[in-house]
Each structure stands twice: as C-alpha cells, then as structure tokens.
C-alpha cells in the first residue's frame, strides 16, 4: 500500500487515480498509524511554501514525515512536497522546511539572465527534463521527456549530486531529485500524461 499524506494540499484523488491507473494500490490518508504502516509514502503539495509548512505542522503530520524518510520505505515528494524537504524559503516571508536536504528553495528571476527579457512567473505547462543521473522512477523515461509544471520557485541543493533532473527555464534548476530511497519531482507526475504515469508505475514498482 502506498500512503498519499493528506493535510490538506495537494492533488490528492489525482495521485491516487495515477497510481490505480498503473496497477499501484494507493491510499489517502492524514493517520500518522496508516502512514507508518504503509509501504511507501507520497508528499503531495501545491500552493505557498509556508502554507504547506503550517498545514502539515497543524495536522500533526511532520513527526510521520520525518519517520518515513527515516524509515528506508520509498518516498515522493511532488512538487511544494519537494520544495518542503528543503531549509527554507522566503515565500510570503522566511519560513523553515523539514530540513531532509540542505539549500533554499528561491523564485524565479523576474528577467531571461541572458537575454533581459521578462520572465513569465509562475512557470506553468509542459517543460523537459535533462536526465543528469536517472532514478529508478525514470526507468521508462527518456531524457528529453516533457512534464508538466506549475511553480515559482524551485530549490537550490547544497548538494548538487542529488539532481536526478534539470529543467531550464531561464535558469537552470533541479527538476528531480534522488538520494537513496527519497525521491522528489518539481513537475507535477499525476499532471503529465503517459510519462507521469511511467514514473508512478516505476515508484510503485519499489515496494514489490
């Protein structure tokens, strides 16, 4: 069973179709029991970074997320899911992450670095991902694949090594991460059609 952590963001029923989509049993939940228990966790997240931080810290749900990623169970995280991993941002004001990962999660600059000209933000639709070091979630999916993305900000590692994919959009930046069993995507899988669904199969396939 692969547990969809409910607190109150996210695109919750679309992650849990996905999963069923491709064969994954799949289920949304906010009991810090049921999480524990499962065999694999998903960190949705849309919206503000600091939103997500108060409604997870709210729903009494940090201390099941830090288990999870302590427990060695596959982990995801999707897009603000991926952004909260980090330290900080300062999206409506500072705000700390869980801190699994080091580096800040920064927005956009308001300008093409190279040309000068105004950079739409957010950053939404469908974008490619350079494979820099492709995670078994990417095992059916070729570099150059297009996702689908929603955001304005993005995190910058400490550790460069974990990108498992960068996007360019403007900047260059971490698309995907990968480090161990922890994995975690900007772009939004349930959102990008046959190779959203390839990566959710792929997941689903590490708790077999």
């Not at 920064?106 to 469908?126: I, N, Y």
């Not at 974008?127 to 990417?138: D, S, T, V, W």
């Not at 910058?156 to 360019?168: D, G, K, R, Y």
């Amino acid at each position: 069973m692969i547990a969809i952590i409910d607190y109150g963001v996210g695109n919750l029923r679309s992650v849990k179709k996905g999963f069923e989509k491709v064969g994954h049993e799949a289920c949304v939940t906010s009991d810090a029991e049921a999480i524990a228990a499962s065999d694999a966790v998903v960190l949705p997240g849309v919206g503000a970074f600091r939103a997500c931080m108060e409604n997870l810290q709210e729903a009494g749900l940090v201390k099941a997320v830090y288990k999870a990623v302590d427990s060695g169970r596959p982990f995801l995280g999707i897009c603000v899911g991926m952004q909260i991993l980090f330290a900080e941002c300062d999206e409506f004001g500072p705000a700390k992450g869980l801190g699994v990962f080091e580096g800040p999660v920064v927005r956009f600059p308001p300008h093409e670095p190279a040309t000068g000209e105004p950079l739409k933000v957010p950053h939404m639709g469908w974008n490619q991902l350079a494979l820099q070091r492709p995670a078994p979630i990417f095992a059916e999916v070729p570099d150059g694949a297009y996702v689908y993305f929603v955001h304005s900000y993005y995190p910058q590692p400490a550790e460069a090594a974990i990108a498992s994919a960068t996007t360019t959009y403007g900047v260059e930046f971490s698309s995907a991460i990968w480090q161990d069993h922890i994995f975690a995507t900007q772009f939004h899988p349930e959102k990008s059609q046959t190779v959203g669904l390839a990566i959710l199969k792929a997941f689903g396939a590490l708790v077999r």
